[in-house]
Nanobody, 119 residues
Framework: QVQLVESGGGLVQPGGSLRLSCAASGSIVSINAMRWYRQAPGKERELVAGITTGGTTNYADSVKGRFTISRDNAKNTVYLQMNSLKPEDTAVYFC?????????????WGQGTQVTVSS
């Protein structure tokens, strides 16, 4: 089986920074695209950023210029560097990855990590 585990969330003041990590483990041959989503209370889950195996990235307009997604393929890990955080960035952040196993490719999700931006 495969697990994705996020870490790095917490409470930060407006204007501060956090770095989220998401590590995949298990029966992994390789990982295709990896993504970060977030879900604020009462709102739908939204895509924050994505990155391909080759490093091509895309971002939601609301985080462009503030957030940076990156990955370490050797460690099966994706990161989200979040700078200039705003209260509206408060949400549970989830990662997912398109995991290539021996016989199939399947999308897995992490359990989420809380990010709270407040003074």
């Amino acid at each position: 089986q495969v697990q994705l585990v996020e870490s790095g969330g917490g409470l930060v003041q407006p204007g501060g920074s956090l770095r989220l990590s998401c590590a995949a483990s298990g029966s992994i041959v390789s990982i295709n695209a990896m993504r970060w989503y977030r879900q604020a209370p009462g709102k739908e889950r939204e895509l924050v950023a994505g990155i391909t195996t080759g490093g091509t990235t895309n971002y939601a307009d609301s985080v462009k210029g503030r957030f940076t997604i990156s990955r370490d393929n050797a460690k099966n890990t994706v990161y989200l560097q979040m700078n200039s955080l705003k209260p509206e960035d408060t949400a549970v952040y989830f990662c997912n990855g398109d995991i290539r196993m021996v016989y199939q490719v399947q999308r897995y999700w992490g359990q989420g990590t809380q990010v709270t931006v407040s003074s």
